[in-house]
């Protein structure tokens, strides 16, 4: 099992990005996917899940309201939109898959002015 996530980068506050995890190596549509974070000197900690079956997503307070996230099947992919961000979302970004205990390599937000 192998997870690649791109999309990360510098945003100003209030900026978007949108994240993206291609995953290959499995069943893509049969396993429950998140995204967790971990700033610096912090636990890493869930941002977000979108739940199989049926897609329904659950998310941290922090982010309710500004990160979307959604998967398409198709792609063996799942994405995190973020909107609105601010100092606090800077972290790296990673992608789990829960079921598997497996995560991608990580990529790095910075939102900064």
């Known amino acids: 099992v192998q997870l690649v996530e791109s999309g990360g980068g510098l945003v100003q506050p209030g900026g978007s990005l949108r994240l993206s995890c291609v995953a290959s190596?499995?069943?893509?549509?049969?396993?429950?996917m998140s995204w967790y974070r971990q700033a610096l000197g912090k636990e890493r900690e869930l941002v977000a899940t979108?739940?199989?079956?049926?897609?329904?997503?659950n998310y941290a307070d922090s982010v309710k309201g500004r990160f979307t996230i959604s998967r398409d099947n198709a792609k063996n992919t799942v994405y995190l939109q973020m909107n609105d961000l601010n100092a606090e979302d800077t972290a790296v970004y990673y992608c789990?898959?829960?079921?598997?205990?497996?995560w991608g390599q990580g990529t790095q937000v910075t939102v900064s002015s």
């Open positions: 789990y898959v829960p079921r598997l205990q497996r």
């Open positions: 979108v739940l199989v079956p049926g897609g329904s997503t």
């Open positions: 190596g499995l069943r893509f549509n049969s396993y429950t």
